[in-house]
């Protein structure tokens, strides 16, 4: 049983291009969840997502980001016109049910992310 | 919404010793507080987690203890070994139903260095 897939694992993107995160959840799962990860911070919540629906995007910037998780396929981060204040690490989480606190085994399982530098 | 502190940003110790790592929380309405361990080049690892009903939970040689009025939770790891080494992030979340229950604000976390 594969856990949450991301990729590439590492991404570089000159200033002004397009980047795109891959993120398979874990077989089962239908709750998508994308966190940035800046240099020597915390993970910060930027979007929940079910199939095919979008639940809360509050933590995305309003401009150049989007993401989706269609019917069928992995969930999608789209990063447009990239500029260096993107470069980050991007980490995906999948559950089974909305939400966490369901404690080891359940809730939340992360990726092991996205390293995207731009330059 | 939600803040959380976490100290210390660094924590160096030698094996065998213990480690603990203290956080702190703004928004009254958390009450489920998990840690993560992540290790260089991978995604962050559930270790342990609490909920606002329990004061502290034991799991080998990690326990978690949790003081609701003081908004104050730590982690706490005996018989440190060099295998422990990695960066910990505690968070919070409210798990208020109809509320947003999956949505976790972490610490900037701190890097444990277990010296042989």
């Known amino acids: 049983n594969a856990g949450v897939m991301q990729n590439p694992r590492h991404l570089v993107r000159r200033r002004g291009q397009e980047a795109r995160l891959r993120c398979s959840p874990m077989?089962?799962?239908?709750?998508v969840y994308w966190y940035r990860q800046l240099p020597e911070e915390g993970l910060k919540f930027m979007v929940y997502?079910?199939?095919?629906?979008?639940?809360?995007e509050s933590g995305m910037p309003k401009e150049r980001f989007s993401a989706e998780f269609p019917k069928e396929g992995p969930s999608i981060l789209r990063i447009q016109q990239v500029v260096r204040g993107d470069s980050a690490a991007y980490f995906c989480?999948?559950?089974?049910?909305?939400?966490?606190?369901?404690?080891?085994?359940?809730?939340?399982?992360f990726g092991s992310g996205t390293r995207l530098t731009v330059v | 919404g939600e803040n959380v502190e976490q100290h210390p940003s660094t924590l160096s110790v030698q094996e065998g010793d213990s480690a603990v790592i203290k956080c702190t929380y703004s928004?009254?309405?958390?009450?489920?507080f998990p840690w993560y361990k992540q290790e260089l080049g991978k995604g962050p690892q559930l270790i342990i987690d609490?909920?606002?009903?329990?004061g502290e939970k034991k799991d080998q040689r990690i326990a978690v203890t949790l003081n609701k009025t003081a908004k104050h939770f730590s982690l706490h790891i005996t018989e440190t070994q060099p295998e422990d080494s990695a960066v910990y992030f505690c968070?919070?979340?409210?798990?208020?139903?109809?509320?947003?229950?999956?949505?976790?604000?972490f610490g900037k976390g701190t890097l444990l260095t277990v010296n042989p």
């Open positions: 928004d009254s309405a958390s009450n489920y």
């Open positions: 077989k089962g799962h239908s709750h």
């Open positions: 609490i909920r606002s009903n329990v």
């Open positions: 968070a919070a979340q409210p798990q208020n139903s109809g509320g947003s229950n999956y949505k976790l604000t």
């Open positions: 989480a999948s559950s089974p049910l909305a939400g966490t606190g369901l404690g080891k085994g359940y809730g939340y399982t």
């Open positions: 997502l079910q199939k095919e629906n979008i639940i809360d």
